[in-house]
């Protein structure tokens, strides 16, 4: 499980029994058009024809690209005897919106990009701020807020390191917020736990909650 879930993070798919990688912005593309066809269509996310939509974009999408793209933002849901059906999932669909939107630029009035985020996914569909956690950040304390799109994927692997890349984008962190951006650096031999006692300091803020900061700030 552990594999797969790195595996999906790093944008891969299996393919015949082995994992392809696809370029990002292709993915993007692809689910985009896969999405689109929803509303040209009329589908219900819950009954998406996968024959139906395969055929509807052959001229713009690989037949099993199409089916890639709803096996990995969706599930099978009709009986072995009936057309193939995938019903999508509300959190895959609303964070691959999320972060096709972050990417596009640097930075986001906060305000806009929730009012943007959820005027982009399908009808019924509601974006919650928790669905890019580890995909992205944001300041509230700024005029107007902002925010940002941010992996742990071009952080460095040194933990030192990584550590101080983080508390450079904000000096207080959840541990909710934290821990995406620092699972990957966990192993038998190192636990999160340890790495938290290591590398920060713990408080407790306004609210009650315990918050982590740099063990290296003076």
């Known amino acids: 499980a552990e594999l797969c879930n790195a595996l999906d993070k790093l944008d891969a798919w299996q393919l015949d029994g082995r994992w392809q990688m696809f370029d990002l912005d292709y993915k993007e593309q692809c689910m985009l058009r896969v999405l689109q066809s929803l509303d040209e269509k009329d589908w219900e996310c819950s009954a998406v024809p996968l024959d139906e939509c395969s055929q509807l974009l052959e001229e713009l999408v690989p037949a099993f690209v199409v089916r890639l793209c709803l096996e990995c933002y969706g599930s099978v849901v009709s009986a072995d005897n009936e057309p193939l059906l995938f019903s999508l999932d509300e959190t895959k669909v609303c964070t691959f919106y999320g972060r096709y939107l972050l990417r596009q630029v640097e930075k986001f009035n906060f305000t806009e990009f929730m009012e943007t985020w959820q005027q982009s996914v399908p009808d ?95």
Do not use: C
Request: charged letters at 25%; hydrophobic letters at 35%; a positive charge.
């Open 124 to 218: 019924g569909m509601t974006v919650h701020l928790e669905m890019l956690r580890g995909f992205a950040l944001h300041d509230k304390t700024l005029r107007p807020p902002v925010i940002w799109y941010f992996t742990s994927e071009n952080l460095p692997f040194d933990p030192i390191i990584r550590f101080d890349e983080l508390f450079k984008q904000r000096a207080r962190w959840h541990l909710e917020d934290l821990s995406p951006y620092i699972n990957d650096l966990v192993t038998p031999n190192q636990t999160l736990e340890a790495m938290l006692l290591k590398y920060t300091r713990s408080s407790v803020d306004a609210d009650g909650r315990k918050t982590y900061n740099s063990r290296r700030a003076t």
